[in-house]
């Protein structure tokens, strides 16, 4: 098994529903670009990757939403070392088709109070069924580590809590961990980083806003 030697997970940069959320009641999630501030913030994070990378390849798995795609493109990998795939199952949270504005702020509130990880969206999904399709993602990337040439680096381009969730799955974290961290902020990275004891390791923590609380009695 060829297993890569870092994994990176971005968030897209700063897209028009990051800057006014009104935009979705005439603009469908899937369809928002990046603003100016969003491709400058993916353009920085790029000069970042295309350093750390130097010229070894990647194999990079990328959202299907146009801000996942633009935040891709504005890292200016060089395309003979890269190997880009579309994956749906790393798509952002569905919160319904066309979103009410105040309708959305309320779920939000009940969300807050109810927990991001079970709390769903009437239309849409609950922390846990991205955690599901995200653990499905998982599975399908271990198996294509199996490859004897398989890249020394795998990217994903996704969303903040996707981002999370599939931290959640690849590291154990307990629900109650998840719901102390917050998103990454726009085109920032977190990095899966294969460590001298064979297993993976973030390179630095999610913010915690608030200590976790379980249930039961895992530590």
């Known amino acids: 098994m060829a297993r890569p030697r870092r994994i990176v997970l971005v968030r897209h940069g700063e897209s028009e529903g990051n800057y006014d959320d ?4 005439r603009v469908p999630d899937h369809a928002l670009a990046l603003t100016e501030r969003g491709v400058r913030q993916a353009e920085e994070t790029g000069a970042q990757l295309r350093k750390l990378f130097g010229q070894e390849r990647i194999s990079a798995y990328v959202s299907p939403y146009r801000r996942t795609h633009q935040t891709l493109a504005a890292f200016r990998l060089d395309p003979a070392l890269l190997r880009v795939r579309e994956e749906p199952r790393l798509r ?14 309320k779920q939000k509130d009940y ?8 709390y769903r969206f009437a239309q849409g999904e609950s922390g846990a069924d991205v955690y599901d399709r995200a653990g499905a993602f998982l599975e399908s990337l271990w198996r294509s580590f199996e490859r004897p040439d398989h890249p020394p680096n795998v990217l994903i381009v996704t969303h903040g809590l996707t981002m999370r969730l599939f931290c959640m799955r690849w590291l154990h974290w307990t629900v109650a961990e998840f719901e102390s961290l917050s998103n ?8 899966l980083e294969l460590g001298n004891d064979g297993r993976y390791h973030l390179d630095r923590p999610f ?12 530590d």
């Open 22 to 25: 009104s935009i979705y009641e």
């Open 92 to 105: 952002e949270q569905d919160w319904g088709n066309w979103q009410d504005r105040e309708d959305v702020r």
């Open 111 to 118: 969300r807050n109070a109810y927990g991001h990880f079970f």
């Open 184 to 191: 990454p902020g726009n085109a920032e990275t977190r990095t």
């Open 207 to 218: 913010e915690q806003w608030c200590t976790p609380r379980s249930y039961g009695s895992l």
